[in-house]
């Protein structure tokens, strides 16, 4: 009988521990408040919202947001307690027109959160001054320009490791042309094999410029530059051609065609999306044809 009495109590205690896990309720406490309201083109906009941890502590919890398809802000909070609120803000320059303002919670998922319906908050907002342009008149003829972003790579340079065949240092550069602001971007390289259309590249780069203040990941005219290197290994496997001419002691060519994109995942609205590619390089690793 007393047996039975621990094991009663303690199957009452895991479910009570298993429900207390099950109850973390992360959620906006807020709607999205925006200042100015309303805001006209051109104008500092700041949104705001606060959330909480229901239910019990959560740690590393990430939050995002932005407006329409692009993310502006990315924020970590390392530690909230159970009941513990937080507030975030998010700047943006205002763009005539109706957009979308949205942040959302644990975007990964990774937080065992009861219920992922209340992870996102959207507003929507009108911004007035008409249609957003440039003018300018070079001779007689008037033109305009929306004003929108432009990432580009501008220069990509490969060089080999003098002393390993299987290694190449890169330098990239990226340029915002456009006229305003980028809050975020990614990146990333590809190696596809052109007689397959396979991407060979298994752990190539990529990577993200997140915000940093005044909460441009870069600004109207600004360029970045990254450095690095890229190894034989970071793909799955590599092209050999035959040398032209040997046939009875084949030579041989191995090599990676490579090639970059930014805004590979198309979360930035810019002024000019065909621009984004770079143009194909050639990671030459073994090379017996010249």
Not at 44 to 68: M, R, Y
Not at 126 to 147: C, D, N, Q, S, Y
Not at 176 to 188: S, Y
Not at 260 to 288: C, P
């Amino acid at each position: 009988m007393r047996f039975t009495t621990f094991l009663s109590i303690g199957v009452i205690l895991l479910c009570s521990s298993i429900l207390t896990l099950a109850a973390l309720d992360l959620r906006f406490t807020t709607a999205i408040s925006q200042a100015p309201d309303p805001a006209n083109a051109g104008d500092a906009v700041t949104f705001t919202v606060s959330l909480i941890s229901d239910g019990a502590i959560v740690n590393d919890l990430k939050l995002i947001g932005g407006v329409g398809s692009g993310q502006i802000v990315e924020k970590i909070f390392a530690g909230i307690a159970n009941g513990g609120t937080r507030t975030q803000n998010m700047n943006w320059t205002a763009i005539a027109g109706t957009h979308t303002v949205w942040f959302e919670l644990d975007p990964d998922h990774v937080k065992g959160d009861s219920n992922y319906g209340n992870n996102r908050v959207e507003k929507r907002i009108t911004v007035g001054g008409g249609a957003v342009f440039e003018a300018f008149t070079p001779g007689l003829e008037a033109h305009a320009r929306i004003l929108k972003p432009d990432l580009v790579i501008s220069s990509v340079r490969f060089t080999k490791d003098t002393s390993r065949d299987d290694k190449y240092f890169y330098e990239i550069k990226f340029k915002n042309q456009g006229v305003v602001c980028i809050g975020a971007f990614n990146f990333k390289m590809f190696g596809t094999n052109p007689s397959t259309g396979e991407n060979l590249c298994a752990t190539c780069l990529q990577g993200r410029f997140a915000a940093v203040r005044p909460l441009c990941a870069l600004k109207a005219g600004e360029e970045k530059q990254i450095n690095g290197f890229i190894l034989k290994s970071n793909f799955s496997k590599s092209i050999e051609e035959n040398c032209p001419g040997f046939l009875f002691f084949p030579k041989h060519k191995i090599y990676n065609p490579v090639y970059l994109i930014v805004d590979h995942d198309n979360r930035v609205d810019e002024s000019n999306e065909g621009n984004n590619q770079t143009a194909v390089h050639e990671l030459i690793w073994k090379n017996e044809c010249d």
